[in-house]
């Protein structure tokens, strides 16, 4: 019998429309929830791939004084009542404000009561810039109009070399400055929200993990100004930006530093040092900058930030001017490690990378599965530059005779006491008020503890031949000695 007959009738051609509507808005669900899944899931395993990498490093004492003992000792010191004091490498005690505006590092101060607060310190860096592939999610995702494109800018931002230096800074640790990577993520996307408390809330903690950064973080006042209109909010975001950055460099680093002298000025003094130098050389020399710039070393780090995700942040340029002022410190300066992504100084710059790529694709809307899978393959073709891989030796040493004569000697040092240490050895030693770079001493160090094989010592016959003179010194007493890993205790003096 026919379907007309048992009482049914044929289904019409708006029916058939809205079934096959039904069908595709659970099909794009089930896709969405997939997608979201596997991000949450990549995030998670991304976080604890990285947090082991970097804890690992840390255990085979390759985290040096400089720069994660800097950081310890000024979150140690801030727990004791000294607000970021730092000893310097002269031996001095001096605010860590008269080097770099961090004051981000308070926030941690609770955590240096935990046991090995080190090593969880550079597990949370590794946690934090790893969720910020969540906003970096959600705003391809909506952008986008697709949950799949959402996921591969997510994996793209994970896999660039850039935020993996972030999550596991292999060359000298723990900075508060990564932390604003995710931060930066989020401000974008409560600010594309229109969701301004909440914006605020993180500009302002992204504000506080370096010099510059409220600038940058205020160039998004600019961007959001003219995308949404929204004039009085998003200038008075650039301009409290602008302010506080103008600030931390004209008084607060001027007034903390060692006798007012800005620390980081030789870097720059081929465009005049300071940032009134800078001011009058621009006027009276401007070339100085170019020639500052042109350099096949910047050129290939430039390249190695902009080139993966293929050009489409040009298409959101406002959003990429957050990137300039950090840009524009790196390229200017003389130290090389600045224009090299595994340092931490990419910070800024990227967060609006990534999140103007994402928009820029939003511009071919039409194709943002293609675009977001080829940064995806773009960014994975380069992902083999990787702390993971450069940390892979961090396995082969852990349990070696080295690293357990390095522990051993490392325990000997009573908790709180006055140490000289070697570099390598001082980024597990600098859980104290006091901690001298060796082979400086002052009378207050009691006990120095020595790797002869630290390869962050540039004339090394030197740095051996200070070893020598301190355990031939009889003011000391070698206490421990085994595999080029030494540690002498100062003797009482006796009483006159």
């Not at 009542?81 to 031996?91: F, K």
């Not at 600019?222 to 004209?250: D, E, K, S």
């Not at 007012?260 to 006027?283: D, E, N, S």
């Amino acid at each position: 019998m026919s379907e007309t007959a048992l009482g049914r009738r044929p289904m019409s051609s708006l029916e058939n429309t809205l079934s096959a509507l039904r069908a595709r808005m659970r099909l794009e669900a089930g896709e969405a929830a997939a997608a979201r899944r596997v991000v949450y899931a990549g995030v998670a395993t991304y976080a604890v791939l990285f947090a082991f990498a970097a804890v690992l490093h840390y255990s085979v004492f390759e985290e040096p004084r400089l720069d994660l003992g800097n950081m310890v000792q000024a979150i140690w010191n801030t727990a004791h009542g000294h607000v970021l004091e730092n000893t310097t490498l002269h031996g001095q005690q001096h605010s860590r404000l008269g080097s770099h505006v961090d004051p981000f590092l308070i926030l941690l101060a609770p955590l240096i009561w935990i046991p090995s607060s080190p090593a969880i310190l550079l597990a949370l860096q590794a946690v934090a810039v790893a969720s910020g592939a969540l906003p970096v999610f959600w705003l391809a995702r909506k952008h986008l109009d697709s949950a799949r494109a959402g996921a591969q800018f997510a994996f793209a931002y994970l896999l660039y070399p850039a935020t993996q230096f972030h999550a596991f800074t292999i060359g000298d640790g723990f900075h508060a400055v990564s932390f604003a990577v995710p931060l930066i993520l989020y401000a974008i996307w409560f600010l594309d929200e229109d969701r301004l408390v909440a914006f605020s809330v993180v500009a302002l903690l992204a504000f506080t993990t370096k010099e510059e950064l409220p600038l940058a973080v205020g160039c998004l006042g600019i961007w959001y100004a003219v995308r949404r209109g929204h004039r009085l909010f998003g200038l008075g975001v650039f301009a409290a930006g602008f302010l506080v950055t103008l600030f931390n460099f004209l008084w607060v680093i001027p007034h903390f530093a060692p006798n007012g002298v800005q620390p980081f000025a030789g870097r720059y003094a081929a465009v005049g040092g300071t940032p009134r130098g800078m001011a009058h050389k621009l006027v009276t020399d401007p070339l100085a900058f170019v020639h500052a710039v042109a350099d096949g070393h910047k050129a290939g780090f430039v390249a190695l930030l902009l080139i993966p995700f293929l050009g489409l942040w040009l298409f959101e340029p406002l959003l990429l001017l957050g990137a300039v002022p950090d840009l524009a410190i790196n390229l200017l300066s003389s130290n090389p490690n600045q224009t090299t992504v595994q340092f931490q100084y990419t910070a800024g710059i990227v967060p609006f990378i990534v999140a103007a790529s994402v928009l820029g694709a939003s511009r071919f809307k039409r194709h943002a599965l293609d675009l977001s899978l080829w940064c995806l393959a773009a960014t994975a073709a380069v992902a083999i530059y990787s702390p993971i891989y450069l940390g892979a030796k961090d396995v082969r040493a852990l349990g070696s005779p080295l690293v357990s004569a390095k522990a051993h000697a490392v325990s000997l040092i009573p908790h709180g006491v006055p140490v000289a240490a070697s570099n390598q050895l001082g980024g597990s030693l600098s859980g104290r008020r006091y901690v001298y770079s060796f082979p400086l001493l002052r009378r207050r160090a009691q006990w120095i503890i020595v790797d002869r094989n630290d390869w962050s010592y540039p004339d090394v016959a030197w740095y051996k031949r200070q070893i020598r003179r301190y355990e031939a010194n009889k003011k000391w007493r070698i206490v421990y000695s085994s595999h080029g890993v030494t540690v002498l205790h100062r003797r009482p003096t006796a009483p006159r």
